[in-house]
């Protein structure tokens, strides 16, 4: 990928906000186990962080998704997960499909404000008994005049105890699991939502997450996005964005391990040399630098045929798949070399340990990547390719 004088500058504007707004503030959010996230969103709407790739019409950059990339990159300097989270969630995952198939009141309402930080969001896909199983879930939304009536929960929400709207998507009739889903945003002050308390979490601590629940919620038709029925299709399109996103975002976090584990280790001495004279772990440290770059480059490549308008649905997977088996490799190594500091609840690599965890399991699970790339690859039983 060739970056513009243009990427670099956003690049800066995104690495000064996370130096400036976010990291003085990381352990204090961590700590709370919240953040002032309506604040920080209408800084970052402010300064057109918001909407890189959205419409200009709606207040968005119109820049290509090479610009989020950039961004979403940069956004892994912040020294926690949990804000970039949210971020990411808002600009990635509960706004592209509004973006790209919604109607132009639904634009107006929900996308320009959540562009101008206005309103946060956030995506409501996995229930209880259905997050890999996407097509398994039970939440509906049944017509009713002009409306829909929507009933069921949704599991483990990311911002939702703060937001101002869900993209939701429901079942909206007994048709076949991929064909009668629809993505539906639903306005957060709906009579007949509710939350769990906060979910106590391993890590993104910083991020809000809680199961909502819908009872009887009302919400017009028009609320749809695209036709009904197509919210499968458009949630995998929607996911392919998720999945770039969390690859690039963990890609400076696990620069920053490896760099503050060198600092440590340079400095922390055993048998009266310092840590790092071992050849074990400089070659160690040395490895995974390595592949921390061959998966910036695949990242990169999927990107780059994102947006020459090619599907990227087997990249996008590989770079997510990636992103979560190196960033386990990356955060469990350099803790080793922190001994018992490393063990410690407050340790920077401690955090990025439990934080990083996530990227295997959230937006599709390392098993469910090896799915997609292995159906890709023609080697599922009973679905060769020809
Ligand atoms: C902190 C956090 C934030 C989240 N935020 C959101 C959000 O904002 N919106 C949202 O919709 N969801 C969110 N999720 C949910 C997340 O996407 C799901 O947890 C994820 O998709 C996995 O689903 P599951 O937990 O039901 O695991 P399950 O589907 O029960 O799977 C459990 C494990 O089994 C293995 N597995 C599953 N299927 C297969 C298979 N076919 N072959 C082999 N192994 C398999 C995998 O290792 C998987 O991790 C969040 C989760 C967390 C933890």
Redesign the pocket.
């Known amino acids: 990928m060739k970056f513009t004088p243009e990427h670099e500058a956003l690049r800066k504007t995104v690495r000064d906000f996370v130096e400036k707004e976010i990291n003085p503030h990381c352990d204090e959010w961590e700590e709370a186990g919240e953040f002032p996230i309506h604040d920080i969103f209408k800084k970052l709407g402010n300064l057109g962080l918001l909407g890189i790739q959205k419409p200009e019409e709606y207040g968005g950059m119109g820049l290509d998704y090479s610009y989020n990339l950039v961004a979403a990159e940069e956004l892994g300097t912040a020294h926690c997960g949990g804000v970039p989270l949210a971020i990411g969630?808002q600009t990635d995952?509960c706004t592209p499909a509004i973006s790209r198939f919604g109607s132009d009141e639904l634009k107006r309402t929900f996308l320009a404000p959540a562009i101008a930080g206005d309103m946060v969001g956030?995506?409501?896909?996995?229930e209880v008994g259905?997050?890999?199983?996407v097509a398994g879930m039970k939440t509906t939304a049944k017509q009713d005049g002009d409306d829909y009536v929507i009933n069921g929960s949704?599991?483990?929400?990311?911002?939702s105890p703060k937001a101002d709207f869900i993209c939701l998507l429901a079942n909206t009739s007994d048709d076949k699991p991929h064909k009668n889903k629809s993505l539906i945003v639903v306005p957060m002050n709906t009579p007949g939502i509710s939350f769990s308390p906060h979910l106590n979490?391993l890590g993104?601590r910083s991020s809000e997450?809680a199961q909502i629940f819908f009872d009887d919620v009302r919400v017009p038709q028009r609320y749809r996005i695209g036709a009904e029925g197509t919210g499968f299709m458009m949630q995998m399109l929607q996911f392919q964005e998720e999945r770039m996103w969390g690859a690039a975002n963990v890609i400076k976090a696990l620069e920053h391990c490896i760099n503050k584990t060198i600092e440590y280790c340079r400095e922390r001495k055993t048998f009266g040399q310092p840590l790092i004279n071992n050849q074990v772990i400089h070659f160690r440290l040395a490895e995974l630098q390595t592949e921390v770059e061959a998966l910036r480059a695949l990242t990169y490549q999927a990107c780059e045929l994102h947006v020459e308008g090619k599907d990227v649905t087997r990249l996008a997977s590989m770079a997510k798949l990636k992103a979560g088996r190196l960033g386990r490799e990356v955060t469990d190594s350099c803790l080793q070399y922190w001994g018992g500091n490393g063990y410690m609840w407050e340790n920077p690599v401690s955090r990025a340990f439990r934080d990083v965890r996530?990227v295997s399991?959230?937006?599709?699970?390392?098993?469910?990547m090896l799915?997609i790339i292995c159906k890709m690859m023609g080697t599922l039983p009973g679905k060769q390719r020809d």
Do not use: Q
């Open positions: 969630v995952m956030c995506i409501g896909v996995s259905a997050g890999s199983d949704k599991m483990w929400i990311t911002n979490k993104m997450t996530l399991i959230g937006g599709g699970a390392d098993e469910i799915g």
